[in-house]
DNA sequence: TGAAAATACGGAAACGATTGCGAAATGACT
DNA sequence: AGTCATTTCGCAATCGTTTCCGTATTTTCA
């Protein structure tokens, strides 16, 4: 197909042997920098480029990373990605990145295909429905790098990149209180999620901080279709509990409960304070009202994933990846969403 | 580091030859029902994966198409690779990913990357500072298989997938004129780009048709920065020759007008009646008012991108792309942004 | 029954790079 | 001049597959 020259057509254009050619490519020592300039300009007048798959499979790596992800349409993860790429761009690393759709069975299969050493790493983000985790355990004990942010997977021991979800959570559920709210909802996706539990925590120790004690039936799982979780979160806020402030814990419930209020005739902020997780703050700022957020360093932490990769990578005789957690803290802009007159 | 079985392995523990457990894995006519089942059983067992390098080397394919796109947080672009996705993933291929960030430089040097067979084939949509082509013809001629979307590069004889730029934002604009506008305005990125001369095209032949003439101050060249172009679209919007109505051609400038008219007192639809391309229908009904789109296609046209690819690279003998660009239409919704009491 | 054909498998080369080791050429030193 | 170290390069193995051959065994059929 499109193949152009390879190394021994190079050396015999070159009259020298492909060793050779290899090394001075190289840059080895045991070569003079006269052939090496020789075979240099050479190579770049043929356009030469190295066969990846043969120096992979004589390597035995890829100079690719993973990436997996729940869903694509969401700009906290595009970010993570942005800066997940503007990291391993400048050490000649390919991005492979894969969308489970919040559908553990595509995950499941999708890591088999990771563990042939197709990339050299894995950066990941489980899906909602993920509660077996055997999947991920095995790829991790056959000694593929791996690595969580945000929705992580505690029980497997290795760098875990999140916010400060429960802070965050609480002080965002603090500022609904200061405002004046006494009945708050929680919008989630599954339970079985880390972000989902560390969030609902804060958010419940902040009411009791408070002397508040939690609605059940204001806190509301929501699914992947995005029409029946508005008429969830709409039922919910013209029930007879309806609530006075919501948390949201993820940026497309926040955007499911402004469709759902614009079908009530319910007045944010004034009868109802929303905060929410979100990264768009293009987005936050032309909602109406605006809102306010709780700002993920997405970008921020797509380039700790990636620097703690490439050096786990690149230097040579690295240690395991350490067990630990390791938080970036988000911050909170108050906007009109949850302030009268702001 | 991540080894399991190899095939070597697999063969010894069977007491065969590598070949006969390749040809039996491959299901080749020349190996016997009952030793196909028993080597199938056993590489299930060892949990055999083939090594993907030394396949892409012998094989000289990789089962790796790149997506190469000037943006990441971007609905469209999201969607496209999605619908991608979903077609090759079926096929068991892989996605490499890559932002240029509107970069031409940097689109050059993520196409010299693929120039050496990583991917076996290339989806792209150009940047806005693409004019010289050349290293999109180097790699054409070199064989591999490449496709563009969105932002095409007409000159490249290969298979184009566009939307009806040129109707689209013709019946869009018309629109608008039917609502009473009488002074257009006309938002665009760079004019090098396909999209934006079509769509341009589009914008003057319906002015035309009216017996309306453009105004230039009213026709806004946008960069890269956000806020720098929401203060150039609030200057044009308050300038003498002010608009009453708006197209703007891509997503991101609708909303870059939509924080324009927040600093002022405009009103849409009354003062300014807005349209934009635009792919993010949760958002558009979220504005306020909610934006009148045209919305593109933008899964339909990452899954006819990539069916074509697939039937290229999975039938045998196969012809080159057919120069030809294929139009998937777009759908024009109105809401509350160009009709008063809508 | 004997020759031809079909079946089932193994040996070895090939894909394109890197690298350990050996060897020729050069220079240094006594 | 002869020995030895240094520089510079080539030979061949290797990574893990696939596949062209060749071959041994069995089947077919006149």
Do not use: W
Request: aromatic letters at 6%; a neutral charge.
């Amino acid at each position: 197909m499109s193949t152009g020259v390879n190394l021994k057509e190079l050396a015999a254009e070159l009259k020298l042997s492909p060793s050779t050619v290899s090394r001075a490519l190289n840059d080895s020592y045991e070569i003079s920098e006269a052939t090496k300039k020789k075979v240099v300009s050479m190579a770049e007048k043929l356009n030469y480029q190295p066969n990846p798959f043969a120096r992979s499979l004589r390597e035995n790596k890829s100079k690719t990373i993973a990436v997996v992800m729940p869903e694509r349409m969401s700009n906290f993860f595009s970010k993570v990605i942005d800066g997940i790429e503007e990291v391993t761009h400048q050490h000649g690393y390919h991005l492979l990145i894969y969308s489970t759709h919040e559908d553990v069975e595509r995950e499941k299969k999708i890591l088999n295909l990771l563990m042939n050493g197709r990339a050299d790493a894995i950066v990941m983000s489980v899906s909602s429905q993920t509660s077996d985790i055997s999947h991920l355990a095995r790829l991790h004990e056959r000694g593929v790098p791996l690595i969580f942010f945000d929705r992580i997977c505690e029980s497997i021991p290795t760098t875990k990149f999140i916010t400060n979800d429960y802070e965050s959570s609480f002080e965002g559920t603090r500022h609904l209180i200061q405002q004046g709210c006494r009945k708050i909802a929680f919008l989630m996706l599954s339970k079985e999620l880390s972000i989902t539990r560390e969030r609902y925590r804060g958010y419940l120790d902040a009411l009791k901080a408070a002397g508040l004690s939690p609605t059940p039936s204001l806190q509301v799982t929501c699914a992947h279709e995005e029409e029946k979780n508005v008429e969830a979160i709409r039922n919910m806020l013209l029930s007879e509990d309806r609530p006075d402030g919501l948390v949201s814990s993820v940026e497309k419930l926040a955007l499911a409960t402004y469709h759902a209020v614009k079908k009530t005739d319910i007045k944010i902020p004034e009868d109802l304070k929303i905060i929410s997780f979100f990264s768009n703050l293009s987005i936050a700022g032309l909602l109406t009202p605006p809102l306010t957020t709780i700002t993920q360093p997405a970008f921020t932490i797509g380039e700790e994933c990636a620097k703690l990769l490439i050096k786990k990578l690149t230097k040579p005789r690295q240690p395991d990846l350490p067990n630990q957690i390791i938080s970036i803290p988000s911050s909170i802009t108050i906007r009109s969403s949850t302030v009268v007159d702001y």
